[in-house]
């Protein structure tokens, strides 16, 4: 007759959770607080978890970190958690998947066990692929805090806007945009003057319209935009304007935009006495604060140097 698992001594219980695949694993830990606490304190070690959302649907990805293992790991899983109590299970380069029904647990509730379970203090990176714009509130609600917030090119402009307002400032880490969502020129301005700790703006189609006034306003630590557009002139005087801030505090410490035209050092250096030592000129302002720019055929590099 097969011995109910619970009913094992504990070293034997702990041995056999210990042998446990991810996918069986978790399984295990919906059965009861018991099996969920057994789970926990095995401290089985997983990758960071990726989550991803489309529509109304929330995908967790979870891999078995690689270390534990002497051959090449098992293939990672992709937990499909629907709002009405399913979870479809993919294996990696499987065809086939199951269906488990979780009718005591929301969306939020299997989030947080996914993460409890496993020692997670919180999502590493949360992708926006395309959903509604009411739908970004409950996203919230079940994820209020993640390393890193990346937004495809297949969400509409609005809920791209969106879910960057309402999401960015919940990412620890870093946003990454991979569309050019800016309707009008003072559309980017209100972007950049969120506290944000690194924004990436990336799209090959379209480039991103910049000014002068929006690199004065920036309020993002680190800076990265692929594809831009802004003039050597206007580059010229926000040096011009860097220079006379004596004493005035600038958030950016990092500037990185790729531009769609070739730029010309000699137009951007107009008028401006700097040090340039392997390609890399330096200013330095009266209060002792130092700027590092390297600059090449389409590319600008500022670092803010105390």
Excluded at 90 to 96: H, K, Q, Y
Excluded at 101 to 127: G, Y
Excluded at 168 to 176: M, N, S
Excluded at 282 to 294: F, H, P, T
């Amino acid at each position: 007759m097969p011995t109910p698992i619970l009913s094992l001594p504990i070293a034997d219980l702990q041995y056999a959770v210990n042998c446990m695949e991810i996918d069986e694993l978790i399984a295990f830990s919906l059965c009861s607080n018991r099996t969920k606490n057994l789970v926990k304190s095995s401290k089985r070690k997983i990758e960071p978890i990726y989550a991803d959302v489309d529509l109304n649907l929330i995908s967790l990805r979870i891999s078995p970190r690689e270390e534990e293992f002497e051959r090449p790991p098992p293939q990672s899983m992709t937990f499909r958690i629907r709002p009405d109590f399913l979870i479809k299970l993919e294996r990696e380069n499987e065809s086939e998947y199951d269906v488990w029904r979780t009718p005591e647990f929301t969306q939020s509730d299997l989030v947080a066990h996914f993460l409890s379970i496993f020692n997670e203090p919180l999502i590493h990176v949360l992708k926006i692929e395309n959903t509604d714009i009411s739908y970004l509130d409950t996203v919230k609600q079940i994820m209020p805090k993640f390393d890193i917030l990346e937004i495809d090119d297949m969400c509409s402009d609005a809920v791209a806007k969106m879910a960057f307002f309402e999401l960015a400032p919940i990412a620890v880490e870093q946003v990454i945009v991979h569309n050019n969502i800016f309707d009008n020129e003072n559309d980017i301005t209100e972007f950049l003057t969120l506290n944000l700790t690194y924004v990436f703006f990336f799209n090959w189609e379209k480039p991103l319209k910049l000014k002068l006034s929006d690199l004065l306003v920036a309020n993002v630590e680190k800076l990265s935009i692929m594809n831009a557009k802004i003039t050597e002139q206007e580059l010229n005087r926000f040096l011009k304007l860097w220079m006379k801030g004596n004493h005035r505090f600038y958030r950016p410490t990092y500037i990185k935009v790729s531009l769609e035209k070739e730029t010309n050092h000699q137009k951007v250096f107009r008028g401006i006495k700097c040090v340039t030592v392997n390609h890399e000129s330096r200013l330095k302002r009266a209060d002792g604060k130092e700027l590092l720019i390297s600059i090449q055929e389409h590319s600008v590099y500022f670092e803010f140097q105390e």
